[in-house]
């Protein structure tokens, strides 16, 4: 079993940074891959970020690239997002998400088995 517990997020106005973090525990060795989820009201759940635990490569929705970072602490069992050049758009509340199947798509909820409980980031312009 695996827990994971995001950082409290936070209100920021258009243009600001934001970093979360998501701790993991549990059983270390059952996932291999690590992502971040958002979901806005009134709309469906979007992945943002997802990150190989075993040699930090990672991936982006084409809405983020280039203004958000995901990163990984092994030693801390922690993963991070890092969010710069911030928008109201980007409002939402955000997820952390563990999983393990081989030849999931890391985009897809489906390819994940552990979520966090969420943490709302908001956006103001």
């Known amino acids: 079993q695996v827990q994971l517990v995001e950082s409290r997020g936070g209100s920021v106005q258009a243009g600001n940074s934001l970093r979360l973090a998501c701790a993991a525990s549990?059983?270390?060795?059952?996932?291999?891959?690590m992502g971040w989820f958002r979901q806005a009201p009134g709309k469906e759940r979007e992945f943002v970020a997802a990150i190989i635990w075993r040699n930090g490569s990672s991936n982006y929705a084409d809405s983020v690239k280039g203004r958000f970072t995901i990163s990984r602490d092994n030693t801390k069992n922690t993963m991070y997002l890092q969010m710069n050049s911030l928008k109201p758009e980007d409002t939402a509340v955000y997820y952390c998400?563990?999983?393990?199947?081989?030849?999931?798509?890391?985009?897809?909820?489906?390819?994940?088995?552990?979520w966090g409980q969420g943490t709302q980031v908001t956006v103001s312009s």
């Open positions: 998400a563990a999983g393990a199947g081989a030849g999931a798509i890391l985009s897809k909820i489906a390819g994940y088995g552990y």
């Open positions: 549990g059983r270390t060795v059952s996932w291999t891959y």
